[in-house]
Nanobody, 126 residues
Framework: QEHLVESGGGSVQAGGSLRLSCVATGYDFNAYCFAWFRQAPGKEREGVVGVGTFGGTTHSDSVKGRFIISKDNDVNTLWLQMNSLKPEDTAMYYC????????????????????WGQGTQVTVFA
């Protein structure tokens, strides 16, 4: 059965870095694209970055130039490298899968992502 497990969250000072991991068990990386979402307290969940089956990436404006998504099909894992972290990056971070083959993985409509991980908390303090 397909499932996603995130790890790597924690507390970090502003300006620091964290690397999140998501192990995607049971997925064909040639048929599913993946994205990272986040939800801050009192706010709606938002898409952050996505990676398509052919490796193209998209980013929200709030993280462009700071967050990098990558994946390794051979080990069914994707990562989110977060640099230059800001207090406003504080949130629960989730990885999610969407059955879509293509260069990019649009994440504007989260209802298109059928399976979600349990999330990992990221806290950035000033």
């Amino acid at each position: 059965q397909e499932h996603l497990v995130e790890s790597g969250g924690g507390s970090v000072q502003a300006g620091g870095s964290l690397r999140l991991s998501c192990v995607a068990t049971g997925y064909d990386f040639n048929a599913y694209c993946f994205a990272w979402f986040r939800q801050a307290p009192g706010k709606e969940r938002e898409g952050v970055v996505g990676v398509g089956t052919f490796g193209g990436t998209t980013h929200s404006d709030s993280v462009k130039g700071r967050f990098i998504i990558s994946k390794d099909n051979d080990v069914n894992t994707l990562w989110l490298q977060m640099n230059s972290l800001k207090p406003e990056d504080t949130a629960m971070y989730y990885c999610a899968a969407r059955q879509m083959r293509g260069w990019l993985c649009p994440f504007g409509d989260e209802k298109l992502f059928g399976v979600w991980g349990q999330g990992t908390q990221v806290t950035v303090f000033a």
